[in-house]
C-alpha cells in the first residue's frame, strides 16, 4: 500500500505541475525599481544563516519520496542535483522506513550520492522520539523536519484522523533529537499563530509551505474513487500570504511551496524567508529531461538569484529585506483583514546606498 502510495503521489504531482496555468500570489509582489541601486555581481554572495545552520545558497531542494523502487531512483537523482549544485536537499516522510526497513536503501542513497551536502531527515508528527532519531541517523542528516498536513490526511483514504497528539509529539521530538528541528506545511501554509506555538514547541525554524504550487488535497482527491473531496483544492494561505503573516516570527522562516522562478525566490526573501524550497517544479524538470536537465536548471536558478541581488542592489540575501515591496491585489487584501501594513513595505530601503566619494559632487 505505501509503495503504491509514494509512486501515486510522484505521477499526481507532476501531472498537476503540467496543469498548473502558472500563476499564484507571488505575482501579487513586486519590487520597486531603482535604477542605480545595482552594485558589482562579484560583491555578491547568496549565504544564508538561521537557526545555527549556514548554508552556501538560499534554495534547497523540498521533502519529497522515498519507500519504494521507483522513488529510490529519483531519490538517487535528487541527490545527484543537489551534490552537483551544492543546494541542501530533505528526504520524503521516512515513515515506510518504519514500516519496511528493507526500503532503507531508498532513502539512504540520499546521503551517499552527496556525502558532504546538507541534508535533511522527515517524520510526521506522531512519530516517537526513538524513530525520529533513527531517521537521522539512516542519511546523517543535519536537520530533521517534522512535517504536519492536516489537509492531506483528511483527503487521503487510508489518513490519519487523529490530530490532538500532533502538538506534544513535536515537543518531544524537538528536545529529543540532537540536531535543529523544521516544522513544514506541506501547501497549505502556517498562520502567524502556529509559528509562535512552534516556537513555544522548541522548534528551531518553521517552513511555511503554503499555497500556489503542489496542492495534495488534490492530489489525494486523485486517490479517492469517487474524488468526493473536489472542494479542498486550495485550501490554505499562499506562500507570499503566509510570509506577510510572519513577519513577527519568534524563530527563522523558510518559504516554500509554489516558487516557480528565480524571481520568486527573491521576493520570498524579500519577505524574509531566511531559504527558500522547491518540490514540484524540480522533479517535473527531472522526470521531464533527466538529471542533467536538473542540475542545469538549478545552476541557472542559481546565477540568476546573484543576478537579481546584483541588480537590486544587496549584497547578501539577508539585506533584500531592507528592498522596497509593492503589494497588490488579493495578497493586499489578505494583509488588511490580517491587520498587516503592506505600505511601510514600498518605503523601507531608506534611500539609496550609494558610495561616498562617488556623492562628493554634490556636497
Ligand atoms: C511532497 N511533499 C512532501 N513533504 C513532506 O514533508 N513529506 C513528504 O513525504 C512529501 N512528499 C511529497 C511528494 C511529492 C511527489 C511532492 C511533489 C511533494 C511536499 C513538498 O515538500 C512541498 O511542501 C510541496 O510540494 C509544496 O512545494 P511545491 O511542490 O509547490 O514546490
Redesign the pocket.
Known sequence: MITQR?DD??R???E??RQHDGRNQFDDVSFLHHALAGLDREDVSLVTTFAGISWQVPLYI?????GSEK?GVINRDLAIAARETGVPI??????AYFKDPDCADTFRVLREENPGGFVIA?V?ATASVDRARRAVDLIRADAL???V?TVQETVMPEGDRSFASWVPGIERIAAGVEVPVIV????SGLSRETVHLLAELGVHAA?L??R?????GR?ENGRRERADYAYLAGWGQS?AACLLDTQDAPIPVLA?????DPLDVARALALGASGV???????RTLLDGGVAALIARISTWLDQLAALLTLLGVRTPAVLTHRDLLIRGELRDFCVDRGIDTRPFARRSGGLDVPHEMTGNRR
Not at 516554500?256 to 516557480?260: D, E, Q
Open positions: 509514494k503521489h510522484v499526481l504531482a507532476v498537476q505541475q523540498n521533502a519529497m519520496t522515498g522513488t530533505a528526504s520524503g516522510s521516512m515513515s522527515n510526521n523536519q517534522i512535517h498536513n513544514k506545511e506541506v501547501g517552513d509551505g503554503g500556489g504550487g503542489t496542492d495534495f492530489i506562500t516554500s511551496g509554489g516558487v516557480r524550497g522547491a518540490s514540484g517544479t524540480f522533479l
